[in-house]
């Protein structure tokens, strides 16, 4: 298989480097990662795979502070965030959960607005550059036109391509972002993941994803972390980690790794029990 190669765009100035070394991360007495260390390589697309509790939101949420370790750090540029303030985090990293929540009758431009809430203080109030970059996120995103409806008026698709408008409305050079293809169908999952790789691209965007649908994650990673049992137990380019054995190790998945004929990357095609060629006898009657 051809290796992936990453983009080269890179944002201005030195690149910000997000880490975790060492953290243990859990709920109450529950330990979900013990021990975990990684760093998210700045400027591309990383996406953390695994099965289901295998504690990808987790170190999500620990990388974005929603989520303190009970012990280790996780650092930005070397310093821990524990000891930053929240305003400082926020101007670097945009955070989308799995299930963002917004007031009722909220509008799309209200939303977006928010985003430009880092950058306010009593010295700087709502400026024509936050009401500029406000309407950047919303023409980037494709939305302009949705400005004035509610969150509650628009489809799955247009609703998270408003979260991602106030994600970007940030200005952070870092986002993270949880699963943002949930409860969308193929056709809005790849418009959402297209659009997050256009901005991305646009600007050297550092962006770090949960993603359950595996080959959606090959296609638009640069570098995949795959994660089992709460240990990262894999990461690198596509074409050097995802292979059969792995996928049988990690997520108990019988599956055939294949060149994808439009991206050039892996493909999984799963195995099932049935409805695979020559998985069982053909009679004659079966035949008729």
């Avoid at 953390?48 to 999500?60: A, F, M, Q, R, V």
């Avoid at 309407?135 to 949705?146: E, F, H, K, R, V």
């Avoid at 990461?235 to 060149?259: K, N, S, T, Y």
Wanted: proline residues 6%; contains cysteine; glycine residues 10%.
């Amino acid at each position: 298989m051809p290796a992936l190669t990453t983009r080269s765009h890179q944002p201005e100035g030195d690149p910000v480097i997000l880490s975790a070394d060492n953290i243990t991360l859990g709920y109450g007495d529950r330990v979900i990662v013990d021990g975990l260390s990684v760093e998210i390589e700045p400027g591309l697309v990383t996406t953390i795979i695994g099965p289901n509790g295998c504690g990808k939101s987790t170190l999500l949420r620990s990388l974005g502070r929603l989520l303190r370790p009970t012990a280790g750090r996780v650092l930005l540029d070397g310093k821990a965030i524990s000891t930053m303030k929240t305003k400082d985090i926020a101007r670097i990293i945009g955070m989308l959960p799995q299930t963002p929540v917004a007031p009722e009758g909220l509008t799309v431009a209200d939303l977006v607005a928010r985003g430009r809430h880092p950058h306010q203080s009593w010295l700087r109030q709502w400026s024509a550059d936050d009401e500029a970059e406000v309407a950047n996120a919303l023409q980037q995103t494709g939305i302009a036109d949705l400005a004035g409806r509610t969150l509650d008026e628009l489809s799955g698709g247009q609703r998270q391509r408003a979260w991602i408008s106030m994600a970007l409305a940030q200005g952070t050079d870092i986002l993270l972002l949880d699963e943002p293809t949930t409860y969308l169908d193929l056709a809005h999952s790849l418009e959402v993941l297209d659009l997050v790789d256009r901005l991305h691209d646009d600007v050297g965007r550092t962006v770090v994803m949960v993603l359950h649908d595996l080959n959606l994650a090959i296609r638009y990673s640069d570098r995949l972390i795959v994660m089992h049992a709460g240990r990262v137990v894999a990461q690198g380019l596509p074409a050097d980690i995802i292979e059969a054995d792995l996928l049988r190790e990690v997520f108990g998945l019988h599956a055939e790794v294949l060149e994808c004929p439009v991206s050039g990357r892996p493909m999984i095609v799963p195995i099932g029990a049935r409805h695979a060629r020559d998985s069982r006898p053909v009679t004659a009657e079966a035949g008729l």
